[in-house]
């Protein structure tokens, strides 16, 4: 078995996991992240959630139920870890926009309102009303993209169809980086003259460079173009998620992919390593402190089986949030499923309470009481917990 | 308004087996269902053709019917019938008197069994539970219930039978106490329709005493809930029954590339209210999981339920009630027809139709028995060199169902239903159950212009909610996993809806 020493093991690689983790690479701690797959950033719009119940992101955190775990993040706290992350991802080259005290609407692919925080600036052109009437551009043969949802909510807007050659969303998205087939798009585009006041596209626009792409085409038509997120395969999302993963790396951390971890050392109250598989040989990464980032249901921290809720490395305690009867309400459009509850209970440090362990620290959608669904702080949640753990992991370190 | 001899009412296994018989006896008639064919019982059961064992030991009568029917219907039904053949399992513990009454019943009943030992048994089905004292192979069958009713309605349809699906009886019209019509509503469009014919069969099965109250009559009654659920593998390729008394989750059937597994027995007052417990899915899971061990941790994609119509008894559990069924003369020109299996629909359909044409004083004999189900060529379905070569545009990756197949379907049935398309497809059976290629079938509805984009978003709506009611109950593991994944896409993502 290899041994290998870090000031902080992370588990998982999604926003909360990456964003702990390059906040202490950036501090000089030594720092491994350790994860089985993708994290839900990658099916995700790309739109950092804070809180979409109030206009105000920040006063809508307010408003939310006590034992949510926003109250246990500083106010400051939150600015901060949302203005060094748009900081970071403007340095990387796919800056965000908006502010943290004010929600915006990005257009779905149904033409409703998706209600976020930070946009990706290739959403920033979307309407903010159903006035303005958009030229929706599809893809023949994409099989997740239907203009006719949004041209139902907007009578004064028109679709046009382009054959890229191929019809799935990787596929388009790696044409677009191919600047001959951008030059011959744009020819095309030109020749449906275009009446309408903005340019919709599904998000295919690229993969690395979209904000380029975005910006050529805007110019070449002399229009406002945006993009409209899709469900999986989300290519905002995968921007979001490569940034994050470049600038953990930039930042001298180190990423175990693909390694879920299969075991826990223990000794007393404090964890001593994690065992993780790879190849078949057993890997042991030893650290001072952990932060347990592996999500929720999807991102697969948690797993419910017949009887329990199971929190899969260490076994922690999970808040269950009554008997399996209970975890759905019977009218699925009702927000309110108390299976949003499950998770890890965290004190102000983020550790997680229950257990006399006590270098963890717990930060994203595992936590207990976050709601995500019904509150809309997903990413956001992330990010601001991922600033808390990663705090609270320096001063246990010293 | 139309006119015709004889309507139907019910578009379950009962009354399309009716409408063939009729059809096939020259006589016009017109059948009127509230949802789908196979809506209630029908579309809600296992999925067994009994090779009768089941009932050798409490039902004798009814054991004897079901194997004729079951020989009747691999002979007509080729199609619809995959005949896997049964085992009866008998575990540490089960009553070995029970064997004894079995194996001597089945001789009564001239129903072929043969006992086999434990080894043998598990050659014929690896999966089964090592610890089997021995099994009892007997010629059960897996039966699709819903083509099953598609091919019998064919019939009528090719002579010129009147069949109004998505279209609910209202009201019976009386003329001098006689029943000489129905009011039927069109559930997509309110619109209501009058059909006046000269006799009424009333098949709705536990819906019948609603419908016979309409009329002024009764039907009296036993309503029994059963649960079943449904596994993401073809656990076994043999129907497994449990060598005891009928009892709650005793019988696996493999069907396509899932198993169904059930049921319960619990009483309910009213048909269109019926819950399923967790307890019920854990019962069943449990019990199944003994005679096949990998049951409890395989992934289980869906629990439903449906409504056993029983004749009325004075036994109090349901388990135990013949499965005889009865058709009862009203005297006013209504016939109601209940109880039975989903096996004997044909002869419960023959012995009605005899009785319209002694009625009717008209003598040509029953043939249904005898001529095979019509459209059986056509129903060798999608072939797969067909799907692989549509793989680009395959928009259920589940059950591998492309583009071409749901245009196709659209356009030949005039279908404004995604549940229509689903049914003739598979669309959406599969794992994720629907949940991400509905949105892509409305999508495609919507862009051919035969839905407004309203209807489509109502139609997702109300999909997603009928969905939900399905998977709600098995919902933990992977399926949970899905469903999370589900709900993030179309309330997070799509916006869907907006939390109050
Ligand atoms: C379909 C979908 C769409 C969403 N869209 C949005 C959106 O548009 N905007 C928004 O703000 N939020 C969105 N969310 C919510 C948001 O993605 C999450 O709330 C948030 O990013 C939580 O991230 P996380 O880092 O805590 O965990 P996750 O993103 O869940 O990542 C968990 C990580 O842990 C790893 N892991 C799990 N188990 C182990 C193990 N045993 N060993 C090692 N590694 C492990 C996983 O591989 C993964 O990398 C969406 C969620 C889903 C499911
Ligand atoms: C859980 C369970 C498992 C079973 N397993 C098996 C099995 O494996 N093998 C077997 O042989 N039998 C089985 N059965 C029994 C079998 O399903 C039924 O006996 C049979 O399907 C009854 O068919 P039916 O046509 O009489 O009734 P149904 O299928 O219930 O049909 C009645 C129809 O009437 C319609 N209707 C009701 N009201 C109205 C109205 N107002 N207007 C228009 N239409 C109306 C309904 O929508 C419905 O489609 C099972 C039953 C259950 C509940």
Redesign the pocket.
């Known amino acids: 078995m290899s041994v290998t020493e870090y000031d902080v093991i992370i588990?998982?690689?999604?926003?909360?996991?990456l964003t702990a983790g390059t906040f202490l690479a950036g501090r000089g701690f030594k720092v491994a992240l350790?994860?089985?797959?993708?994290?839900?950033?990658c099916?995700?719009?790309?739109?950092?959630?804070v809180c979409s119940r109030n206009h105000n992101p920040l006063v809508g955190i307010k408003e939310l139920p006590p034992a949510h775990p926003y109250h246990l993040v500083p106010g400051e706290t939150i600015i901060e870890s949302l203005n060094n992350f748009q900081a970071a991802m403007s340095d990387i080259g796919i800056p965000y926009v908006g502010t943290e005290k004010e929600n915006r609407l990005v257009l779905s692919a149904l033409g409703t309102f998706k209600t976020?925080c930070l946009v990706p600036s290739t959403m920033a052109a979307a309407p903010q009303d159903t006035k303005a009437s958009i030229h929706i551009v599809s893809f023949a043969g994409l099989k997740d993209f239907y203009p006719s949802y949004i041209i139902s909510r907007r009578n004064n807007s028109k679709t046009s169809v382009y054959d890229a050659g191929v019809s799935s969303t990787m596929g388009i998205a790696s044409h677009f980086e191919d600047k001959d087939f951008l030059k011959s798009f744009i020819i095309w585009l030109k020749e449906q003259n275009i009446d309408e006041d903005t340019i919709a596209f599904p998000a295919v626009l690229g993969l690395e460079s979209a904000v380029e792409i975005v910006k050529t085409i805007s110019t070449s038509v002399g229009k406002p173009v945006f993009e409209i997120p899709t469900i999986?395969p989300s290519m905002p999302g995968r921007r979001l998620f490569n940034a994050l993963k470049d600038n953990f790396r930039k930042k001298g951390g180190n990423i175990y992919w693909g390694?879920?971890?299969i075991g826990v050392e223990k000794s007393g109250k404090i964890i001593e390593a994690v065992t993780t598989e790879s190849k078949g040989r057993p890997n042991s990464l030893n650290g001072k402190a952990f932060i347990l980032?592996?999500?929720?249901f999807?991102?697969?921290?948690l797993t419910a089986t017949r009887e329990a809720i199971i929190e899969?490395?260490f076994h922690l305690p999970v808040h269950v949030p009554g008997p399996r009867d209970t975890w759905f309400e019977n009218d699925y459009f009702s927000f309110n499923h108390a299976i949003g509850r499950a998770g890890i209970k965290v004190d102000s440090f983020l550790r997680p309470t229950e257990t006399p362990l006590e270098n963890i620290f717990v930060?994203?959608?595992?936590l207990a009481d976050t709601e995500?669904l019904k509150y809309g702080c997903?990413?956001?949640?992330?990010l601001a917990t991922a600033h808390v753990a990663a705090k609270s992991c320096m001063e246990y370190i010293r | 308004m139309i006119k015709t001899d004889v309507i139907i009412i019910g578009g379950g296994a009962t009354g399309c087996g009716i409408a063939r018989d009729l059809a096939l006896r020259g006589i016009p008639h017109c059948l009127v269902e509230k949802g789908d064919f196979a809506a209630g019982a029908t579309g809600a059961c296992h999925g067994l053709l009994h090779s009768g064992g089941r009932y050798v030991v409490t039902d004798p009568i009814a054991a004897h019917e079901c194997y004729n029917e079951n020989l009747i219907l691999r002979r007509i039904g080729e199609k619809c019938v995959e005949q896997t053949g049964g085992l009866f399992v008998r575990l540490p513990g089960d009553s070995k008197r029970f064997r004894e009454l079995f194996l001597r019943g089945c001789e009564e009943a001239g129903i072929p069994a043969e006992a086999i030992s434990s080894t043998l048994a598990l050659d014929l089905v690896p999966n089964l539970n090592p610890e089997i004292e021995e099994a009892i192979k007997v010629p059960d069958c897996s039966i699709d219930p819903f083509r099953l009713c598609m091919l019998n309605i064919r019939t009528s349809q090719l002579r010129d039978g009147l069949i109004f699906t998505r279209h609910k009886v209202t009201e019976i019209v009386k003329s001098h106490g006689r029943c000489i019509g129905i009011k039927a509503t069109d559930q997509a469009t309110g619109e209501e329709r009058e059909i006046r014919g000269n006799l009424i069969i009333n098949a709705t099965g536990a819906w019948a005493n609603m419908i016979a109250s309409l009329a002024g009559c009764e039907v009296p009654m036993t309503l029994a809930k059963g649960s079943l659920v449904i596994t993401n593998h073809r656990l076994t390729n043999m129907v497994i029954n449990r060598l005891r008394p009928p009892s709650d989750g005793d019988i696996i059937v493999p069907n396509e590339a899932v198993c169904l597994a059930g049921t319960t027995s619990l009483s309910v007052e009213n048909p269109d209210k019926i819950n399923i417990e967790s307890t019920e899915v854990d019962t069943i899971i449990s019990e199944a999981g003994r005679m096949i061990p990998h049951f409890n941790n395989t992934r289980i994609i869906r629990a439903f339920s449906g409504v056993r119509p029983l004749l009325k008894s004075k036994k109090v559990d349901a388990h135990e009630i013949s499965r005889g069924f009865q058709i009862i003369d009203h005297q006013n020109g209504m016939y109601s027809i209940v109880g039975g299996k989903l096996t004997t629909f044909r002869l419960m359909a023959e012995k009605m139709v005899d009785v319209i044409m002694a009625s009717f004083k008209l003598k040509k004999a029953c043939e249904t028995a005898e001529i095979p189900l019509d459209g059986q060529e056509e129903l060798s379905g999608y072939p797969l060199s067909k799907r692989l070569a549509d793989m680009k545009n395959i928009v259920c990756e589940c059950e591998l169902v492309s583009k071409d197949e749901v245009q196709r379907i659209i356009t030949e049935t005039g279908t404004r239903n995604v549940g229509d398309i689903q049914h003739r497809t598979r669309l959406g059976m599969g794992p994720c159950q629907g949940g991400f290629c509905t949105f892509r079938a409305l999508g495609i509805m919507n862009d051919m212009s035969v839905i407004s984009p309203e209807q489509s978003m109502d139609m997702l709506r109300g999909f997603l909610q009928r969905r939900f009611r399905g998977i709600r109950y098995a919902l933990w593991g992977d399926q949970l996993r899905e469903e999370?994944?589900v709900e993030?896409?179309y309330l997070?993502?799509l916006a869907m809806e907006k939390p109050q």
């Open positions: 588990l998982g690689a999604g926003v909360a996991g350790v994860t089985s797959g993708e994290p839900t950033a099916l995700s719009t790309g739109c950092i959630d976020s999986p390694w879920p971890v980032a592996t999500g929720s999807v991102g697969g921290g899969n490395v930060c994203g959608g595992i995500i997903g990413h956001g949640l992330a | 999370q994944l993030y896409i997070g993502i």
